[in-house]
């Protein structure tokens, strides 16, 4: 299983990024993709879902307006859209791959993450 982000660098604000996040190793449809960051010293926070289920998606409120969050299936890819971003958003952005197969038994993955810096 392997999951690699790209795209990350530095921005200045208001400036928009596009992150992507490539899977191998599992069937990608069948799992919710997230986008979740760490900033320094800080724990790491969810950012958005795209659920494997339909088209359902859900997003940080400090994000909401901002990112969007998109999937292709046939590519094994899931994106970060982020638009007029903010020195606060400034972190390491991780790729997570999640599936429940029952209460007791789930398949967690995680990319090694991208660094996105806005600042001017």
């Known amino acids: 299983v392997q999951l690699v982000e790209s795209g990350g660098g530095l921005v200045q604000p208001g400036g928009s990024l596009t992150l992507s996040c490539v899977a191998s190793?599992?069937?990608?449809?069948?799992?919710?993709m997230s986008w979740h960051r760490q900033a320094p010293g800080k724990e790491r926070e969810f950012v958005a879902r795209s659920w494997a289920a339909g088209s359902s998606t859900n997003y940080a409120d400090s994000v909401k307006g901002r990112f969007t969050i998109s999937r292709d299936n046939a590519k094994n890819t899931v994106y970060l859209q982020m638009n007029i971003l903010k020195p606060e958003d400034t972190a390491v952005y991780y790729c997570n791959a999640y599936r429940a197969v029952s209460t007791i038994r789930q398949y967690d993955y995680w990319g090694p993450g991208t660094q996105v810096t806005v600042s001017s």
């Open positions: 190793g599992f069937t990608f449809s069948t799992y919710d």
